[in-house]
């Protein structure tokens, strides 16, 4: 069993920056592929970026690349997703997520390879 807690979120401007983290408890943290979604009003959930176990892998959504850096600190249990130059259409709620040993690099962009959920952290971007 992983239990992932979100922290950072809040209210910034265009423009600003703005660093999300991920804390787990439970089973060794290296074996688990973590993964970031977001979820605005009204629309689905999305994926926005993922790390693999060992953090040698990173994948992210088009709309995100070059603007947002996942990160891990496995010693510390900890997924970090540093974003810059936000903009109002990155306003919605942040889910870390983690799955147990993903062999496809297709997976790590599906909500569903993820069985372990965050309660999420709302990041809101004003114009």
């Known amino acids: 069993q992983v239990q992932l807690v979100e922290s950072g979120g809040g209210l910034v401007q265009a423009g600003d920056s703005l660093n999300v983290s991920c804390a787990a408890s439970?089973?060794?943290?290296?074996?688990?592929?973590m993964g970031w979604f977001r979820q605005a009003p009204g629309k689905e959930r999305e994926f926005v970026a993922a790390?693999?176990?060992?953090?040698?892998?990173?994948y992210y959504a088009d709309s995100v690349k070059g603007r947002f850096t996942i990160s891990r600190d496995n010693a510390k249990k900890t997924v970090y997703l540093q974003m810059n130059s936000l903009k109002p259409e990155d306003t919605a709620v942040y889910y870390c997520?983690?799955?147990?040993?993903?062999?496809?690099?297709?997976?790590?962009?599906?909500?569903?390879?993820?069985?372990?959920w965050g309660q999420g952290t709302q990041v809101t971007v004003s114009s």
């Open positions: 997520a983690a799955a147990y040993a993903i062999s496809s690099s297709s997976w790590y962009r599906k909500a569903n390879t993820y069985a372990y």
């Open positions: 439970g089973r060794t943290f290296s074996n688990y592929a």
């Open positions: 790390i693999s176990g060992s953090g040698g892998g990173t």
